[in-house]
């Protein structure tokens, strides 16, 4: 590829860059290190060139280009501070207040407004329009986005954004001139689960964050880095928070992982963190659960404890927890109680910790664009990694084929389903299949797997059968991993690298909810929610939750401990890749709640047999002896290949999805509690009804 060389003149002097063929001016402006100002442009979305702000002077040229789409030549020059460039700019920036109202004292925007930033650097103190602005209507569209379309400057970002990577159709521009508006064809509640990040590419405050609205300026908030943990991805957060509440939750850069986007889910149930809390220690006296303190409430467990056989103890653990508590959990149940009854796959997925390839992502989140074939199985990514689909509906928009067997869901994207059969595996290993063809062909094949798949009772047929048609096909190389099981909880591969399920002949999930049913058990503790109905917890034993909120599945028990939520502690998160992240406490645990691994760790020593281990840099070693990857935060350590599953007969059995991926704003227990994801889920129940009246 041809290179072209341009001279960039600023304040600072002549600089001479170089940039490839296809460049714009735009790109070579930032090879030279210099800012140029711009509302419409953004890296990751399509040219628009609608805001005319990045105008510079090129020598030659009869008038001010936009450098965001103007081509770059060899031996251009471009000045950036001329007397030309600096006028264009002053006019451009009139236009755009000519209609732009005067609330930087009461929009949510101020302070963090690239419009107030530019005005205050390109923006006269007079204007020569003498006319009456232009009002808009405000557009309802739904519980996670406010909207003062008075204050749009048409920049389009928002409606790129739905279009090209939300893949969302609904967001667009009606009108001409004056006339322009934004919004939803038909005003209805956006459906995306995306849409929230276009409060971050609005350049001004028609869009804001509707929850957040009118609670703080940016100014006051400090920020703590941390994880999100509403899906496996591992999104790169910031935490910002005021007077020990968290008062909101944004993205933070990260190429590797999330871009820039985060999820909706990630982004609204912030509220969750401060409603129905469970506080302070609570124990079941006279049938009413009573509020404590922890003596009590340890007493309480020590007396259930006597003279009850090990066999006769299980736990469970829910999906919310990093690693550190996931070891101090499984520790404590079988050092501390030696019991096996315990188990994290609360939807019985069959995978142990044994094989560690079998249940996490070999291709890096960076490296999906570069397939050249996908097929998913079992899976529907749009709900299950909404991030990861970003990337996929990048593929499909490039002319990558991508072939589904399952069910057929809206993936906000075109593919070829195959059938919903397992069988049809075996179709395509033997290229019987259009599709066994394509993949054959492929230089970079593509198959990710749903963790769905693995609750079937034929599941380790079906991982062996998969695992074997990606070897077939050259999707398992040395130079490239193309299998890939997609975990749709965030603390799962961090339970199965803890092996928090039994290994020594003890019970798993089911054996534990049969065992309840049948009141064989006369103690059972549950670490947060788990996937199953509440009544599927009846028992005659005696219940010890350990939680962060006053869920229904907890008022059940007989003993409940107050527990931190993920902005609460400090922890190591693993993401779907198999990458540990860290994670820092933004605010501190209400009232009495304690963080997760200090409750096993106290309750181990009230009981006489404390886990070895007083601190949290103690606990990370211990993990580290047991699971190394966890000694290099932020590393992606490839594990060694090793055929996952089991040769086997395959049901003819249809892949189907769980209830949990259609109910999507409902999906954990933190969902469950937040107000804003109840509206939302409310919306789509709404929209549905609609459609089927229809």
């Known amino acids: 590829m041809t290179n072209l060389t341009l001279t960039i003149i600023s304040k600072q002097g002549e600089v001479e860059v170089i940039v490839p063929q296809g460049a714009t001016v735009m790109d070579a402006i930032k090879a030279a290190e210099q800012q140029v100002p711009h509302f419409c442009y953004h890296k990751r979305l399509s040219i628009a060139g609608n805001c005319r702000m990045c105008l510079v002077e090129v020598e030659g040229a009869p008038k001010p280009v936009a450098s965001c789409h103007w081509p770059a030549n060899d031996g251009m020059r471009v000045n950036l501070d001329s007397e030309t460039t600096i006028n264009a ?96 064809y038909v005003e209805e509640a956006l459906q995306s689960e995306l849409a929230g990040n276009m409060i971050d590419l609005c350049p001004v405050g028609a869009l804001t964050n509707k929850p957040y609205a009118f609670t703080a300026r940016p100014w006051e908030l400090q920020h703590t880095d941390s994880i999100d943990v509403m899906d496996g991805v591992g999104t790169h957060i910031r935490v910002d928070h005021r007077a020990g509440k968290v008062m909101r939750i944004v993205p933070r850069e990260c190429d590797a992982i999330n871009e820039e986007w985060m999820s909706d889910t990630a982004r ?35 007396q259930s404890l006597k003279k009850v056989g090990r066999d006769k103890i299980a736990g469970l653990a829910g999906d919310l927890h990093c690693a550190e508590d996931y070891y101090a959990f499984n520790a404590f149940m079988k050092e501390t109680l030696k019991t096996d009854n315990v188990d ?13 390839a079998a249940y996490i992502m ?78 054959q062909k492929a230089e970079k094949p593509l198959i990710i797997l749903g963790s769905n798949v693995l609750t079937r009772p034929d599941a380790k047929a079906v991982l062996f059968s998969a695992a074997s048609l990606a070897e077939g096909i050259g999707a398992v190389t040395e130079n490239w991993r193309g299998f890939n099981v997609l975990q749709r909880m965030a603390g799962r591969v961090a339970a199965l690298d803890m092996a928090v399920h039994p290994v020594a002949g003890g019970l798993e999930t089911k054996g534990i909810l049969k065992a309840l049913s049948e009141n064989k058990l006369d103690v059972l503790f549950q670490y947060g929610d ?119 007969k395959m049901k003819d059995t249809p892949f189907t999805l769980p209830v949990t991926v259609e109910n999507y704003y409902q999906t954990n227990e933190i969902l469950r509690a937040s107000n804003t994801m109840v509206a939302c889920q409310a919306e789509i129940l709404e929209k549905r009804k609609v459609e089927e009246a229809a």
Not at 344 to 354: E, K, L, P, Q, W
């Open 268 to 302: 609204f149930s912030w509220d969750a963190l401060s409603t129905n809390r469970l506080t302070t220690p609570m124990v079941r006296k006279n049938g009413k659960l009573t509020a404590c303190g922890w003596p009590e409430a340890f007493k309480k467990i020590e």
């Open 362 to 439: 070999h291709t890096p989140l960076a490296d999906i664009e570069k397939a050249d074939a996908v097929l998913l199985i079992g899976t529907n990514p749009r709900h299950e990694a909404p991030l990861l689909n970003v990337r996929l509906r990048c593929l499909v928009q490039s002319g990558i084929p991508i072939a589904m067997v399952g069910e057929e869901v809206d993936l906000t994207y075109k593919y070829k389903l195959l059938g919903d059969n397992p069988q049809v595996l075996e179709d395509i290993a033997n290229s019987k299949n259009s599709f066994g063809k394509i993949l």
């Open 89 to 184: 700019r002053k006019g451009t920036m009139e236009l755009l207040l000519a209609n732009h109202p005067l609330d930087c004292p009461i929009c949510d925007q101020g302070g963090e407004c690239e419009l107030q930033d530019q005005a205050v650097a390109f923006g006269s103190d007079r204007s020569q329009f003498q006319e009456m602005k232009r009002a808009v209507d405000d557009k309802e569209i739904g519980a996670k986005i406010k909207t003062v379309m008075t204050r749009c400057i048409h920049c389009m970002r928002c409606v790129r954004f739905a279009t090209e990577i939300a893949g969302v159709e609904e967001f667009g521009a009606t009108g001409r001139g004056v006339d322009t508006q934004v919004g939803t």
């Open 530 to 648: 788990i996937e199953v109905p509440c009544e599927m917890l009846q028992s005659t034993a005696t219940k010890i939750y350990i939680g962060i909120h006053l869920t229904e599945q907890a008022q059940t028990a007989d003993v409940m401990l107050p527990a931190a939520a993920y902005t609460e502690k400090n922890g190591l998160w693993t993401n779907i890749e198999g990458r540990v992240q860290e994670a820092k406490a933004a605010v501190q645990p209400p009232l009495q709640a304690k963080e997760d691994w200090k409750i096993f760790r106290a309750l181990s020593a009230e009981l006489g047999k404390p886990l070895p281990f007083n601190n949290q840099a103690q606990l990370r070693q211990a993990i580290v002896d047991i699971c190394a990857i966890y000694n290099e935060p932020n590393m992606l350590v490839q594990p060694e290949w090793e055929r996952p599953g089991k040769a086997g």
């Open 344 to 356: 994290a796959r609360g939807d019985g997925a069959c995978v142990d910790s044994t094989n560690h």
